[in-house]
């Protein structure tokens, strides 16, 4: 009878010693983000390749090596899932334009330093470059709303150009929308363009096009010879396939025996069965032998003896598959 015990950690702990690390919900959790990672990414991915108005739940979970069962566990549709990429890069983007805001400093300094920020980070990653400012206009009504919600913050923010000069006070807001959309129509264009471009190279004419109807025509000139600032740091928290330099797809069961062979070192079939929360013990020895024929797992000395029950270990191939999983739902 296989007994176990709660401690005040919430870590359960078998009579044999084995680990449940923590609890079946927890490892659940562990995998359902590494998975959310990899449909994101794959969603990036393939929108960049085929437009997203072309995209399908059938591009995405082939990209993403994941069944279909998981992506709709995660998301209802190819929509909602477009969506969340969206709201994804939105957020990371915003990440390292407030990495270099200061308040205290004039508009025209925020303004260029916010730019500045954003053409590196659509340097580093173009894919989601691509989604926010190209496929969002195609990806249907939900994502043009989100699209025009942030494109509002856009305006709001050039707009507080008004108040750098007597004669800018009298310009109507729509300025701001101007501006804010011919930015955008340039960067749109260029990152449709067949040759590559750096975009961090057009925020000095970018600069002396906003800055124009509100600050005249020298300062424009100024922000047109104003040297190029080292690129700024881009955000960590980028979705990302912690298995794609791996080369294989690997399930939520197996994903979850090869964690429990990480936290179980030299452990049995049977104890792995009770880590893993794997109960059909046929299931278990099929799990095992996949992860042991994609070389992740091996016999440790313990199991090699005539009638000895296995003892389980991660190979080196498995311990780089192990750290990168961790790293991904980090």
């Known amino acids: 009878m296989r ?15 084995v680990t449940t690390n923590g609890s079946c919900a927890a490892a659940h959790g562990h995998v359902s983000e590494i998975q959310r990672a990899r449909i994101l990414a794959a969603m990036i991915e393939v929108s960049a390749e085929r437009g997203a108005a072309s995209v399908s ?17 995660l998301y209802g549709d190819r929509e909602e899932c477009f969506l969340a990429a969206f709201d994804n890069g939105v957020a990371r983007a915003l990440d390292g334009v407030l990495a270099v805001h200061d308040p205290r ?12 920020a954003l053409l590196s980070f659509f340097d580093a990653e173009r894919g989601t470059a691509q ?12 994502a043009f709303e989100r699209r025009a919600s942030v494109f509002a913050q856009l305006v709001a923010a050039v707009d ?29 264009a260029r990152l449709l363009s067949t040759e590559p471009v750096d ?53 939520y069961r197996t994903m979850r025996v090869l964690m429990a062979v990480a936290s179980n070192p030299a452990c049995s079939n049977r104890g792995l069965a009770l880590a893993a929360d794997v109960h059909d013990q046929g299931q278990i020895s099929k799990l095992l032998t996949r992860l042991r024929k994609l070389g992740l797992i091996e016999n440790g000395p313990g199991g090699l003896g005539r009638g000895a029950p296995n003892a389980w270990v991660l190979t080196d191939r498995g311990r780089a598959v192990e750290r990168a999983l961790a790293a991904g739902s980090a």
């Open 3 to 17: 007994s176990t015990r709660a401690r005040s950690s919430g870590r359960l702990e078998a009579s044999d010693g």
């Open 57 to 73: 739940v059938a591009h995405v979970v082939e990209c993403a090596g994941v069944s279909r069962r998981t992506f709709y566990e």
């Open 131 to 142: 989604l926010l400012i190209v496929g969002s206009l195609g990806a249907g009504p939900r």
């Open 199 to 251: 975009l961090l190279e057009l925020a000095s004419p970018l600069m002396g096009m906003i800055v124009l109807p509100y600050l005249g025509a020298a300062a424009a000139r100024r922000e047109l010879t104003r040297p190029l600032p080292e690129r700024s740091v881009v955000s960590k928290h980028m979705p990302a396939d912690p298995l794609r330099d791996i080369g294989m797809r690997l399930t």
């Open 160 to 188: 507080e150009g008004r108040g750098g000069s007597s004669a800018a006070t009298e310009l109507p807001p729509l300025t701001a929308e101007g501006v804010v959309g011919g930015a955008l129509s340039v960067i749109h």
């Open 105 to 116: 400093a004039k508009w025209l300094d925020r303004t260029r330093a916010a730019l500045v």
